[in-house]
């Protein structure tokens, strides 16, 4: 990916940003475009930046520029050709993130007590099933405390599970062919979200989407990876999961 950015100077910029609403009708339609946002300068309003992340400079230039919708967009915007003080590429480097505006999953669900209270009243359900029951008769007794530590690593707690469990191959080498069906995996999603309710874990929409979206998302892979034909990754970062599109409701 890369990021282009355009610095305008304009007289009036009501029209301007009326032109580009206009233009950006076309841009949102390029499939060379990742997203784009155009911002204003309070000290100075005539002074505008326009940022638009390409999939690349090649498909910016070659793609997009030879496109029709490059046509579309361009004769909205060609008044204000003469108004750019700058229009360049740059490239993304590592120094980027996020704040902490927005709690983790971690801290909106209690932290690392409130997921532990979780999987200890899961484990104690599986353990009466008959279904899953039988899969876990030999675990090991700190099992719950070490699925908490991978829980709290995933919604952004510390990374305990990677320093101290070996993170995610070893994840992965407890699951290698266990052959988990559907049926059972459905059973492990159901007795975590009883467990979710019993203890008291947030029932807000927004936490309950996004802790079942990493729920459903990775019970999959556990299944996929459990057959005896599977060929998993070997190596790779213990996930983060994020809000996703629906963040907290802060009042
Ligand atoms: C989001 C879904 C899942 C997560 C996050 C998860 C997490 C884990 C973790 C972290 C371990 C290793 C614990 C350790 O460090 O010793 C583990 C082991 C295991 N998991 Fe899962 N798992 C998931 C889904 C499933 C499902 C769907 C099943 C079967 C229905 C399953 C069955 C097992 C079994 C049998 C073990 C070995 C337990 C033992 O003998 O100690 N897992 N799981």
């Known amino acids: 990916m890369i990021v282009e950015y355009i610095r305008y100077r304009v007289p009036d910029g009501d029209e301007f940003e009326a032109s580009y609403r206009r233009a950006a009708a ?4 390029a499939p060379q475009c990742v997203d784009y946002e155009l911002s204003r300068c ?5 002074s505008y930046i326009l940022r638009i992340t ?3 400079a090649q498909d910016h230039l070659e793609g997009f520029r030879r496109s029709a919708l490059f046509q579309d967009f361009f004769a909205e915007i060609r008044p204000y050709v003469d108004r750019i003080e700058e229009m360049r590429h740059y490239e993304r480097t590592p120094v980027r993130g996020t704040g902490a505006s927005i709690p983790s999953l971690y801290e909106w669900a209690g932290g690392a007590e409130a997921l532990e209270r979780l999987t200890t009243r ?6 009466e099933d008959d279904l899953i029951g039988p899969l ?4 090991d007794p700190g099992h719950p405390r070490y699925v908490a530590m991978w829980l709290s690593e995933v919604f ?7 320093t101290e469990r070996g993170g995610y191959p070893h994840m992965l080498s407890m699951h290698l062919d266990r052959h988990i069906t559907e049926p ?3 059973r492990w999603v159901v007795l975590l979200m009883d467990a979710a309710d019993e203890i008291g874990l947030p029932g807000d929409p927004e936490f309950r989407a996004a802790f079942a979206g990493y729920i459903e998302w990775g019970t999959r892979i556990a299944l996929t ?6 060929n998993p990754m070997r190596d790779a970062p213990v996930p983060r999961w994020g809000w996703g599109v629906a963040p907290p409701y802060q009042g």
């Open 26 to 29: 076309h841009l949102a339609r």
């Open 225 to 230: 990876n459990s057959q005896p034909d599977a």
């Open 42 to 46: 309070v000290e100075e309003p005539g």
């Open 156 to 162: 952004g707690g510390p990374n305990r599970y990677t």
């Open 122 to 127: 899961f484990y104690e359900l599986v353990a």
């Open 184 to 186: 059972m995996r459905r």
């Open 136 to 139: 876990f008769k030999g675990m």
């Open 54 to 56: 390409w999939t690349s």
